[in-house]
């Protein structure tokens, strides 16, 4: 529910410098730099001048969506959520284990669909928890609400609906990500 | 030297069939579970997990390279738009008004 408000000064310059260079770094990455032409002193400076061009279209088209204008505390958004990752390929890797133990029939299925509120509200911390639902054991996300951070889920039994509806920690730690623990 | 190589081979195998067993069981979770939701489970939750091992996989037998970069950003694409894709088929199932299955149903 963020209000676009023009960029300008300071803060369009960093937004520009940013996107500029990680619009570069991603296009050496992927086409610019061949291996066996650099070892064999086959490389153009052409190619990477291309790649500057490239980069530079798309700063001036899009460097709104990648860094959009500064909101509060948005480094400190950042840290929390680099270390938010490690936690969620844990639950990738228990999800896949779960559901594995469920077809050979060591546990049991029971689905159900459970509705429950969050103190959820922007954007970003929403799709972020749904994303996360979604990863983790036996739950996906069917809908959202995102007025009143009310969501609608499908468990597969009654394990993974309690720890979403009564544990709740996952909405903690998203909420202590995004600073909207309510 | 021959026992890195041999390492990584192993290790690379190791993961590779990991891949292998996830990518099989949600295969046979599809075929096995009562109604679309629960299919939907099988499939969304394995798959993800499946593939990522497969692309380690293959990233450590590759070694540090501009290709093991290139993998990298397959696999961190597949975590995103996984979990998109299996919401928005779940959602679309759920207001079409399909019946979720309960325990006690017969198969759908």
Aim: hydrophobic share 50%; with cysteine.
């Amino acid at each position: 529910m963020n209000e676009t408000r023009v960029m300008k000064g300071r803060e369009k310059a960093f937004s520009m410098i940013i996107t500029f260079f990680v619009a570069l770094i991603f296009w050496l990455l992927l086409s610019a730099w061949n291996k066996y032409q650099f070892a064999h002193g086959e490389y153009e400076p052409i190619r990477f001048f291309r790649g500057v061009f490239v980069a530079f279209i798309v700063t001036l088209i899009a460097h709104e969506l990648l860094v959009p204008a500064r909101g509060e505390k948005v480094l400190l958004k950042l840290q929390r959520w680099i270390l938010y990752i490690p936690w969620e390929l844990y639950q990738i890797v228990l999800a896949a284990i779960d559901v594995a133990s469920r077809v050979f029939g060591l546990r049991p299925v029971d689905p159900r669909i459970i509705e429950f509120e969050t103190t959820l509200r922007s954007d970003l911390a929403l799709t972020t928890f749904a994303d996360s639902i979604t990863l983790t054991p036996g739950t996906i996300t069917i809908n959202i609400e995102p007025e009143r951070g009310k969501y609608t889920v499908h468990a597969i039994d009654k394990g993974p609906a309690d720890a979403l509806t009564v544990d709740q920690t996952m909405q903690k730690k998203v909420g202590y990500v995004f600073m909207e623990e309510g | 030297m021959l026992t890195v190589e041999l390492l990584v081979n192993i290790l690379a195998c190791v993961f590779l069939a990991g891949g292998a067993f996830f990518m099989i069981t949600g295969a046979v979770g599809l075929v096995k579970f009562p109604d679309f939701y629960t299919r939907l489970h099988a499939t969304g939750k394995c798959d993800t997990l499946g593939q990522i091992f497969t692309i380690v996989g293959c990233m450590i037998y590759q070694g540090f390279d501009f290709i093991t970069v290139k993998l990298f950003f397959v696999a961190a694409y597949y975590i995103f738009a996984g979990p998109a894709a299996t919401h928005a088929i779940m959602k679309a199932a759920y207001f079409t008004g399909l019946k979720p299955w309960k325990k006690g149903d017969p198969r759908m």
